[in-house]
């Protein structure tokens, strides 16, 4: 028989040989009911799941005939009437729809601090945020409620709460995934990735959910095993350690977990070198007007007319100010504010112009350190989880996105995976590669993580 404590550690690659995936499902149902109380890592429970591998849902994804609320009160009451495309391949192999999982709204936060469901709560100390925006999926990966997970990555909401929370998180390659389906927040930015316990799992689910898809036209028609360096002896690579990972705001433990990591990659006999990206300093602000004028765009449309929350009103204006105004929380409006602002006739080019400019330095920059390195290393978060409410100012907020950012900018592939703990809390470290290099990022994260085993 299946223990609750046998399936919290199971593996995705042993859950798909599993016999009986009813027994899964039922662990996955039991489990959830028991500690979700306390963890609330789900917005929204299936009450009667499919037979299959028990995944978490990111709830700003559709599952055909579920609520999607992006954890926002604007879309109560919307009922997905399709699949998005990474469900449906999800669905084709087996996979069962246990929950929709907990989020900042919107995917605007990096704590779900932000969801109007309330914070998750991270599985090492209750009192502490789970990281965002894809906090509900790192927390139910951690905690064993799940086999797997989805999130969403726009700006490091998989990266970030895999890190507080412990667990393997990916940001694929710009375009190997399709977003169709995916509630948009900055197109150009968002991509859907795993949230998963090992790295091995990780590249799994990447060969299931990856592949050009009609439905986006941004995907790219480019067959990659992702599972190709999965297990093997993993060859000498070139390492460059960014010098920004001892700069400000990176807390003692972290540099000091950073510093360990060096020493393991000379150890395994890795060539590791100190590389200073100054550019990287202007990430957060390139990032914190291109996002918010993409996102004040693409939630236009939640105006009450044809999704979830509708306040009447005698006038159609009304009723669209009314609706927005109630639907839609604190971090949300402010994103929208900004992003109309930089976007504005008057300030389109100091602004959004502008930081298109600095997007293409920043990828630039890192293109010419993968002309000497074959990936770039920095902590995945400056700081370990914090408690809930201990962040009120939204630039220290923001702040804290510096080293995931920069991968999203330039579309390339970055993994987190944990690297032990400081003060009892998961630190993780990032791992970065050049564009479409996702099955060699995933192989290089996947021997290390063997070697600590
Ligand atoms: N923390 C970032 C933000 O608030 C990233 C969010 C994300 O990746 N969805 O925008």
């Known amino acids: ?48 799941p ?60 990096a704590s779900t601090e932000y969801s109007a469901y309330g914070p998750t709560r991270n599985p090492h100390d209750l009192e502490r945020v789970a990281g965002g925006s894809s906090g509900g999926s790192a927390a139910a990966v951690a905690s064993g409620e799940v086999i797997a997970a989805l999130g969403s990555d726009t700006g490091g909401s998989i990266r970030q709460p895999a890190s507080f ?43 299931i959910i990856a592949g050009k898809d009609e439905m986006d036209s941004t995907t790219v028609d480019r067959k990659i095993d992702f599972t190709e360096f999965i297990g093997k002896q993993f060859p000498k ?23 360990e990591f060096i020493t393991l990659l000379e150890n395994f006999g890795h060539e590791v070198a100190m590389v200073d990206i100054d550019d990287l300093k202007y990430a957060v602000a390139t990032y914190y007007i291109i996002a918010p004028s993409e996102a004040s765009t693409n939630l236009s449309r939640f105006d009450g007319v044809k999704y979830g929350l509708r306040v009447s009103s005698d006038s159609l204006r009304d009723s669209y100010e009314k609706t927005r105004g109630e639907g839609f929380g604190d971090e949300v409006k402010r994103r929208i504010l900004i992003g109309t602002f930089t976007l504005s006739a008057a300030y389109y080019d100091a602004y959004f112009e502008k930081a298109q400019k600095v997007r293409r ?71 970065m590669g050049p564009r479409f290099s996702d099955a060699k990022v995933l192989g290089f994260a996947d021997s290390i993580e063997r070697q600590l085993r």
């Open 1 to 48: 028989m299946l223990t609750n404590e046998a399936f919290k550690t199971m593996t995705l690659k042993d859950a798909m040989t599993y016999e009986d995936k009813s027994a899964l499902v039922e662990r996955s149902v039991e489990i959830i009911a028991k500690e979700d109380k306390n963890i609330r890592a789900f917005i929204s429970v299936n009450k009667s």
């Open 50 to 109: 499919n037979i299959g591998i028990p995944i978490g849902i990111k709830d700003n994804m559709n599952v055909k005939g579920v609520e999607t609320t992006c954890a926002s009160k604007i879309l109560k009451g919307y009922v997905a009437p399709f699949d998005a495309t990474v469900v449906q391949k999800l669905r084709e192999n087996g996979f069962s729809f246990v929950g929709k999982t907990n989020l900042d709204e919107f995917a605007m936060g």
């Open 165 to 207: 929370c412990g667990v393997v998180g990916f940001k694929p390659t710009y375009g190997l995934v399709s977003r169709y389906g995916l509630v948009a927040f900055a197109s150009s930015l968002d991509q859907i990735g795993p949230i998963t316990k090992t790295v091995e799992d990780s590249a799994i689910l990447m060969n």
């Open 237 to 259: 690579m070139k390492v460059a350690v960014a010098t920004q990972s001892f700069g400000e705001g990176v807390e003692d433990g972290v540099k000091q977990k950073v510093r």
């Open 361 to 431: 330095k920043i990828a630039n920059r890192l293109s010419e350190v993968f002309e000497k390195y074959d990936l770039i290393i920095t902590p995945t978060s400056p700081i370990v989880a914090f408690k809930i409410g201990s962040v009120s100012d939204p630039l220290v907020y923001y702040m804290m996105d510096i080293f995931t950012i920069p991968a999203n900018l330039a579309g390339l592939p970055a993994i987190s995976i944990p690297f032990g703990k400081v003060d009892n809390l998961p630190v993780g470290i990032q791992i």
